[in-house]
């Protein structure tokens, strides 16, 4: 049994509890162009937000980036979909699938919604295939035009009557450009303040990424890759990586998405990946993802103490680039820390 241990981090705290998610995004140029005049125009990119009925449109720079949604009737929890890369290519598989496009690839159409963070066992409740619901409650700081910034409070909880909350959540993001592409940096926080928490052993726990089918290894001639040399779901199910990216061509140029998990996490994550285009990075599923069928290996179960937190960050990086260029994961990765390091010195 893993048991969380207090400390470590940023937190900020809101009714015993804590989360925190930091989200930089930016759209680059991957002209042929100098890398110091890709990063003027850069930072010429403004973050607009348009709020209305539960969702919260983002465009940088005039042009859509991603749709953060707050409350959705059939998936009880939040996400952001129709993830655009900076060459406007959809990155991730249109919500909902379209069952023409996505003829043999549309499945789990309302636990895979775009880019997401679920767990199918926190506190014996499964909140990845919507038996439990993640409520909105409400915007602690209301999204802003040109701040890039808005922070949502979140609860756990059970679907019974009255529902049972199961732990609470603080979410705040922050969009800025820069001249790499799309960096989302998640920093959660977690906390129960009554009892312990528990987290499970499954493969469907963590951040997961459903790609768009026209870039799947299976359906589009896609690639998957880690730090670790892997390639494809043969040789990235069930490794545990500093990073693993999904990408495919569109319009001549690669465009993909690559999770990095923050060393500072309790644990490195071993990655869940398909073929047909599912990426999870899971720090939870120890025998789920390295002893699935070994009867004599006991599933492992995460404590968080009752009042403890339990922080995980991850860096997700949505690009585009000429496919001439080679691809540099491990540049990106270095990019990834150097973000975190930068922003946890001015706190």
Known sequence: MDRIQPGGGVVSAFHGMTYSIVVLAAFGIFADIGQAQAQAQAQDQEVTFQEADGRVQIRIGGAPFATYVYRDEKIPRPYFCNVMAPNGVQVTRPNPPDPILNKGNDDHPEFHPGIWLAFGDIGGTDVWRNKGRVRHERFVTEPRSGTGTFAVENVYETTDSPPRIVCRELCTYAIHATARGCLVIMESDIVCSDRDLTFGDQEEMGLGVRMATSLTVEHGGGSIV????????AGTWGRQAAWCSYYGAADRQRVGITIMADPANFR????????????????????????????????????????????????????????????????????????????????
């Open 226 to 233: 880690n730090s670790e040399g892997g390639a494809n779901e």
């Open 268 to 347: 490195p994550s071993w990655f869940h990946t398909r073929d047909y285009g599912l990426m999870v990075a899971n720090p939870f599923g120890k025998k789920a993802m390295t002893a699935p069928d070994d009867a004599g290996v006991p599933p492992d179960v995460t404590l968080v103490k009752q009042g403890q937190h339990l922080r995980l960050s991850f860096g997700i990086l949505v690009f585009s680039g000429p496919e001439s260029v080679p691809f540099d994961g491990s540049g990106d990765y270095k990019a990834f820390l150097d973000l975190l390091r930068s922003s946890r010195g001015k706190e």
